[in-house]
C-alpha cells in the first residue's frame, strides 16, 4: 500500500500563492501517475492537475491552467502543487492521489486551502 501525508494549506488572500505538498510512504515503486484533486462545498470532486512519473507528462483543468503547476521530487517520494494568482473559486479542500502500475488507486487525507476576496 501507498501512504500519502498533505500540506501547506491555509488562508490567503486573492493574488496570493500556495504551495501544497503530498509525501509518499510505503510501496512507492509502483506509483505511475500523481494527481491533484479539489472539492469545494457542495461541489463535485474535480481533478484539478495530473503528472505521469514516466515522462513526466502533466495535464490541468481548464480553470487552472497558468497558474497551477504540479511537479514531483523522486528524492523525497513528494508531489507538489504550486498555486499561483490564487482566486476564491480555488477554495477547497484539495486531496492528493496516486495510482500504480497494478491498478490500485490511494488518497490523502486532504488539506483545505481558502482564498479571500
Known amino acids: 500500500q501507498v501512504q500519502l501525508v498533505e500540506s501547506g494549506g491555509g488562508l490567503v488572500q486573492a493574488g496570493g500563492s500556495l504551495r501544497l505538498s503530498c509525501a509518499a510512504s510505503g510501496r512507492v515503486f509502483a506509483i505511475n501517475v500523481m494527481r491533484w484533486y479539489r472539492q469545494a462545498p457542495g461541489k463535485q470532486r474535480e481533478l484539478v492537475a495530473q503528472?505521469?512519473?514516466?515522462?513526466?507528462?502533466?495535464n490541468y483543468a481548464d480553470s487552472v491552467k497558468g497558474r497551477l503547476t504540479i511537479s514531483r521530487d523522486n528524492a523525497n517520494n513528494t508531489v507538489y502543487l504550486q498555486m499561483n494568482s490564487l482566486k476564491p473559486e480555488d477554495t477547497a479542500v484539495y486531496y492528493c492521489?496516486?495510482?500504480?502500475?497494478?491498478?490500485?488507486?490511494?488518497w490523502g487525507q486532504g488539506t483545505r486551502v481558502t482564498v479571500s476576496s
Open positions: 492521489n496516486v495510482g500504480t502500475i497494478f491498478g490500485s488507486d490511494f
Open positions: 503528472l505521469r512519473t514516466t515522462g513526466g507528462s502533466t
